[in-house]
């Protein structure tokens, strides 16, 4: 198991600036993947960036070149560094994490989400 918590998210004007953090515990040697995922009123969850150990990053089209993720493995944290916020990335943000373990020949994987942070971007 893994567990995720992650950190208060908040309002921000259009332009401003937000960093979420991530802790992961429990069996965090098995995590491949730490991320975040976004989900507004309305619209299904979608995904906004991960990192994959061995693979490097992943952002949606819309966030790229203005939010930034990364992993601090030793201190099994991930976080999400959002720039130049517009109303559109207002959402609750969950912080994601794949978990594998097993061999090459059957190889096991299990998702595992925090409860989620808002964050409103607002005029």
């Known amino acids: 198991q893994v567990h995720q918590v992650e950190s208060v998210g908040g309002l921000v004007q259009p332009g401003g600036s937000l960093r979420l953090s991530c802790l992961s515990s429990g069996r965090t040697s098995s995590i491949e993947t730490m991320g975040w995922y976004r989900q507004a009123p309305g619209k299904e969850r979608e995904l906004v960036a991960t990192i994959t150990f061995g693979e490097g990053t992943r952002y949606a089209d819309s966030v790229k070149g203005r939010f930034t993720v990364s992993r601090d493995l030793g201190k099994n944290m991930a976080f999400l560094q959002m720039n130049a916020l517009i109303p559109e990335d207002t959402a609750a943000y969950y912080c994601?994490?794949?978990?594998?373990?097993?061999?090459?020949?059957?190889?096991?994987?299990?998702?595992?989400w925090g409860k989620g942070t808002q964050v409103t971007v607002f005029s």
């Open positions: 994601y994490a794949k978990s594998v373990w097993g061999t090459v020949e059957r190889r096991y994987e299990s998702d595992y």
